[in-house]
């Protein structure tokens, strides 16, 4: 196999990144990839390659764009903090205080940092879905305000996949008067250069890459007998095939739409690892971002099947997943895309790339790269 050719940059220090991310292409791991990292708010690595296509035919460029799946939920869960930091949302409040329709059905007492923290019961939809339902915001927050919890909210995390980026969202909305990604796209990505979107206007299509779906069989929910799992993964069915389209591009899904890059992604989240403050502007304050260390809950996923930290809207070190640092939070995406934030070292590092494997939350071609940067750091 020819070697790929990297492009972008790596400080000296952190060498030992662009070796590991050679070698994910040079197993065969890889299509088209991109990896960031920030330390102190400095970019010290930006570096991507391969082909934005299965063919082979669409070079990744510097600005090539994917669909980055539950990786999208950093930048919601941000959306949401912010609002917080200013005073708009109060996490302890009743869901009900900024959307009165959603306390239908014993759900009056449940709260907003519940819903930030995968433990509200609503980890899917009663009503029977087809995909388009995903593109129809009004249709699927009113479902959700509609439905009993699955669970006792509160005494159990189960991942909300898809649901969480509607529940957040709609509280967002109702806030602000602004759907969620306007209020993503006005307040963060802009302000921070980021080339990141939820919901993409169709200018930017040419600029997408291809996700290639995981291997036949081992596609989210495939082979599970749960019927939470079942529900939340066929409840519409999950197609990795629908990003290629413009109705899931162009939609507002908060949970699982965001279309940008490595880079996008750890401008943004660079935010969280500094203090507040990037791209010369201080967006939070120091506590605002801190907040999200708050443990919410821990135990074993409903959903996911595995041991859990969930914070103010992120995973939090601990639970399956080791991180050099305590105070890390992190998120991945449904293939492999994933964002780590260190607030002990003031560092993000972020992947993204389009052939998906069969993971829900980040795979070893991201943690590879990341045991090269965390060696580099410590040495």
């Not at 200013?86 to 996490?91: K, M, Y």
């Not at 502007?281 to 506590?287: P, R």
């Not at 999200?292 to 070190?317: K, S």
Request: hydrophobic share 40%; proline share 6%.
């Amino acid at each position: 196999m020819s070697k790929v050719e990297v492009h972008g940059f790596v400080h000296d220090k952190y060498a030992p990144v662009r070796a590991a991310f050679e070698s994910n292409f040079a197993t065969g791991q890889e299509n088209g990839a991109a990896f960031c990292m920030t330390v102190g708010g400095e970019m010290v690595a930006d570096i991507w390659a391969g082909s934005a296509d299965e063919a082979g035919t669409r070079p990744w460029e510097q600005d090539t764009i994917v669909n980055v799946y539950s990786t999208t939920k950093t930048m919601t869960a941000l959306t949401a903090l912010l609002l917080a930091d200013r005073g708009e949302l109060d996490f302890a409040a009743p869901v009900a205080r900024y959307w009165p329709e959603f306390a239908a059905n014993g759900k009056a007492d449940v709260t907003v940092a519940q819903l930030m923290s995968h433990s509200a019961g609503l980890s899917g939809w009663k009503e029977p879905l087809v995909r388009e339902d995903l593109y129809d915001w009004e249709k699927a927050t009113s479902l959700l305000a509609a439905q009993a919890p699955y669970w006792t909210p509160g005494t159990a995390p189960g991942y909300h996949a898809m649901t969480q980026g509607f529940l957040v969202g709609e509280v967002v909305r109702r806030v602000t008067g602004m759907s969620l990604g306007t209020v993503f796209r006005k307040e963060l990505a802009e302000p921070l250069g980021a080339d990141f979107h939820i919901g993409l206007p169709a200018t930017e299509d040419h600029r997408v890459a291809d996700l290639t779906p995981p291997p036949p069989g081992s596609g989210i929910g495939q082979g599970q007998s749960d019927p939470l799992v079942t529900n939340m993964a066929s409840n519409p069915p999950i197609n990795p095939l629908d990003t290629r389209t413009r109705a899931w591009r162009g939609a507002e899904i908060p949970a699982a739409g965001g279309t940008g890059n490595a880079r996008s992604v750890a401008a943004v989240q660079t935010v969280m690892a500094n203090g507040g403050f990037a791209n010369g502007k201080q967006i939070l304050s120091e506590a605002g971002c801190r907040k999200a260390l708050e443990l919410q809950i821990e135990g074993n996923d409903l959903i996911l099947g595995i041991p859990v930290r969930y914070g103010m809207g992120f995973g939090l070190a601990g639970g399956a997943v080791p991180f050099p640092n305590p105070n890390t939070i992190y998120w991945g995406g449904y293939g492999g895309s994933l964002v780590v934030i260190d607030m002990d070292a003031r560092a993000t590092y972020a992947y993204a790339m389009n052939k998906m494997a069969a993971t829900t939350t980040g795979d070893m071609r991201a943690f590879t790269i990341l045991m090269a940067a965390w060696g580099a750091m410590a040495g």
